[in-house]
């Protein structure tokens, strides 16, 4: 990691027993009662089921409060800022790099509170986070069976994020 500050807690916590594969622990069921819609001038999105179609479309930017639901793949290279947003990519990659602000919702009302990036067990492709300078991820970052790679976030802000995968690793 170049710069394992931006990782709270630093330095990282080791010598943790492993976790039993699958975890032992409830996973959140994300559910997209209706299809997604890009806007008028096509610069955002509101949320919803995206199908196995690759999201964000092309010429989105923005994406507004509430559940994503992704059959494909998960491609940022650019830019893309959503607040209050949970992504479930069910069997596509994710791959985000340029200048991504994103959050999860955070009210305690809202049953996906802090979630911002679910790929369940059953999808093993790779989750590469990348970001420019002006990039923040806020939220759990959760995909069990996933390895995750984490590259260049050049962020003051950094990940403020727990980040669970099947395998971890950093450039």
């Known amino acids: 990691i170049q710069k394992p500050e931006l990782l709270p807690p630093y330095p990282p916590l ?9 975890p032992p622990f409830l996973l959140p069921k994300v559910n997209c ?3 997604a819609a890009i806007s008028e001038d096509g610069k955002s999105m509101s949320p919803g089921d995206w199908g196995d179609e690759v ?25 893309l800022e959503g607040n209050g ?16 602000k994103l959050s999860a919702p955070n009210s305690k009302k809202n049953k996906h509170n802090g979630l911002l990036l679910y790929v369940p067990p059953e999808n ?6 990348n970001g420019a300078a002006g990039s923040s991820y806020r939220g759990t970052i959760l995909a069990p069976g996933s390895e995750i790679r984490l590259k260049g976030n050049d962020s003051g802000f950094g990940f403020h994020s727990q ?9």
Do not use: W
């Open 55 to 79: 999201f964000p479309p092309e010429g989105v930017i923005g994406l507004q409060p509430g559940a994503y639901c992704l059959g494909g793949d998960f491609i940022v290279t650019e830019a």
């Open 163 to 171: 980040i669970i995968g099947y395998r971890i690793m950093s450039d």
């Open 14 to 22: 080791t010598g943790a027993a492993s976790i039993s594969y699958p």
């Open 124 to 129: 093993h492709h790779i989750v590469s986070l």
């Open 33 to 35: 009662n209706k299809d």
């Open 85 to 100: 947003v949970v992504i479930l990519v069910s069997k596509g990659l994710v791959h985000l790099e340029g200048t991504i």
